[in-house]
């Protein structure tokens, strides 16, 4: 992946970087000006010296929900894939399963995680980790099996012209049509995931996580920590980001266009 | 031995149904080998139905279709015929020469011959320079020519197209027409050709297969007498307007049964 500078990307790049460091200006002079008191408001420059300050904390925490995060990434999405494959080969399923995941995936299913905690040991990390899988897993499969099932006619009919087999249709077809879909998916999963770690940390379980050290620095009216942990979780979030939109780049044939959720293609 | 030969062949959807739809009533037409067919008709009149019962990608309701002597269902499975479509359907994430080496992967012919094949259709195309692109990095006619090169990379001797060109502007539609016809002239293929265009179908043909709807059945067949070595020049010869004229008036009948339906057929 090369990141030159082209003057296209300058100009994408600069005016969100200019606006996020007016903000953070703003930001400095209302509590210097105002004279905020660090309980209420703290400037960024104290939670960037927090930060520094706890690195290693914030550190060890991150390891502690992006390890919850990826494991439930990687579950979830293993799962998600080959949920999809058992989908598109029986439509009746589909019809059956897809309305419900798309239904589950409009609610916050991650409050399930205050009722696997009373299944669970309180120091186990099962339950979080559950948790992130069953988003991540709702996630993959509906988009994947989109993929799978939303083929061109054209496409099929050339196939069967040529007296492919159904696998050969599922091979040569289907999954190199579900590939851009399956990236679409873990573009949503990735931040999700993270998201999902965090917030499970909030019902309960051991305090070793990101999520529930912002809650405690909090509660003890740490607050400049507590943003530093934020910034943290900020990170993280955007690593995961970054990994799965690298991921795609890496897969993705040299030159071969993206296709976007519409179907268009961009290059 | 006929290339195809359909024997008192009807279609019929959702038979029994609301929904019914008597796509083919009793249709009979024979190809012979070497012969350019084209079946043109207003739209719903069974054209693609028919293609398609030819290609066994539908069965018919009744009567039975042979190609190459075989049943169609045969004549699938050896992949006697290649088949080109309106939208050229090319595969995005292939590139232009692994398109057409599609059809061969299935037969199960390995690497290098593949691409040996590939390469030839691409000559016999006249794109042999786009071998390492993505389809989309090309026009809307260069595309439709190498889903032609895929149709013929088996050398089927059969070549089933339905409306090919619809989607090309008038100039590049004229230019694979002749494309086209040079093609199979070199390659010997006998060509079942589905179109709603009356010069099109005149200036390819030597026979042409006229259609009304409701229900689908074949009114005429003209026969156009162009010679096999057709130019540009063609469309300026007299056979060439009469052949229009026939065509034309052939389906002004239909239109006299079906007031509105006509309005399918270009008269460009
Ligand atoms: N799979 C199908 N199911 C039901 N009706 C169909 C199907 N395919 C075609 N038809 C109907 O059969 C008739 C002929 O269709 P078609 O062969 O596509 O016509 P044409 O290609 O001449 O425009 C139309 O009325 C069409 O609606
Ligand atoms: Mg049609």
């Given at each position: 992946m090369t990141v030159a500078l082209s003057p296209r990307r300058l100009r994408s790049v600069v005016p969100p970087l200019v606006f996020g460091l007016a903000f953070l200006a703003l930001w400095e002079s209302a509590v210097r000006g105002f004279d905020l008191k660090p309980y209420f408001l703290a400037a960024p420059t104290k939670i960037v010296g927090e930060f520094a300050d706890n690195v290693g904390l914030i550190w060890d925490s991150s390891m502690v929900s992006g390890g919850n995060a990826f494991v439930g990434l990687v579950v979830g999405t293993v799962l998600g894939v080959a949920m999809s494959f058992v989908l598109s080969r029986y439509r009746f399923l589909g019809e059956l399963v897809t309305p419900l995941a798309i239904a589950l995936n409009a609610?916050?299913?991650?409050?399930l995680v205050a009722v696997l905690n009373n299944m669970y040991?309180?120091?186990?990390?099962i339950p979080r980790r559950f948790m992130v899988t069953l988003v991540v897993y709702f996630i993959v499969l509906v988009n994947v099996a989109k993929g799978l099932t939303q083929v061109k006619g054209t496409h099929v009919e050339l196939m069967r012209s040529y007296a492919a087999s159904d696998f050969e249709i599922l091979r040569k077809v289907r999954v190199p049509n579900a590939k851009p879909y399956l990236f679409t998916a873990l573009k949503i999963a990735a931040p999700a995931s993270v998201i999902t770690a965090f917030v499970s940390e909030?019902?309960?379980?051991?305090?070793?996580?990101l999520g529930s050290r912002i809650t405690s620095n909090i509660a003890n009216s740490r607050n400049a920590t507590a943003w530093a942990y934020v910034l943290g979780a900020c990170l993280l979030g955007l690593g995961f980001y970054i990994i799965s939109v690298a991921l795609e780049n890496v897969t993705r044939k040299e030159g071969a266009p993206i296709a976007t959720k519409q179907g268009k293609i961009k290059k | 031995m006929s290339a195809v030969h359909v024997a008192g062949v009807s279609k019929i959807f959702?038979?029994?149904?609301?929904?019914?739809?008597?796509?083919?009533?009793d249709v009979n037409l024979t190809v012979e080998a070497g012969d350019f067919v084209s079946l043109i008709g207003p739209?719903?009149?069974g054209k693609s139905t028919l293609l398609r019962l030819i290609a066994n990608l539908l069965e018919p309701t009744t009567g039975s279709v042979t190609v190459n002597g075989k049943s169609s269902a045969q004549a699938r499975l050896d992949q006697d015929y290649g088949m080109a479509f309106q939208?050229?359907?090319?595969?995005?994430?292939?590139?232009v020469a692994k398109n057409i080496e599609l059809p061969l992967e299935l037969k199960g012919w390995d690497k290098e011959k593949r691409r040996a094949r590939a390469l030839e259709m691409l000559e016999l195309v006249k794109?042999?320079?786009?071998?390492?692109?993505?389809?989309?990095?090309?026009?809307g006619g260069m595309q439709q020519r190498i889903a032609i090169a895929r149709a013929l990379a088996a050398h089927p001797q059969l070549l089933l197209m339905d409306e090919?060109?619809?989607?090309?502007d008038e100039m590049t539609r004229e230019y694979m027409q002749g494309e086209l016809l040079r093609i199979c002239r070199e390659t010997k293929t006998t060509v079942v050709f589905v179109t709603h265009s009356i010069p099109e179908a005149v200036y390819l043909s030597n026979r042409v297969v006229v259609m009304s709807p409701?229900?689908?059945?074949?009114t005429k067949l003209i026969d156009v007498?162009?010679?096999?070595?057709?130019?540009?020049?063609t469309r300026n010869a007299d056979a060439f307007f009469h052949g229009i004229t026939a065509v034309r008036e052939a389906l002004r009948g239909t239109h006299a049964d079906h007031a509105n339906e006509v309005r399918g057929v270009e008269d460009r």
């Open positions: 609610i916050p299913i991650f409050v040991s309180i120091t186990s990390e909030y019902f309960g379980g051991s305090q070793n996580g | 959702n038979q029994g149904t609301p929904k019914q739809v008597d796509a083919l009533v739209s719903g009149c939208q050229a359907g090319l595969f995005d994430w292939r590139t794109l042999p320079e786009f071998a390492e692109l993505y389809p989309w990095q090309l026009s090919p060109f619809g989607a090309l409701r229900p689908g059945r074949i007498d162009l010679g096999r070595d057709r130019s540009e020049d």
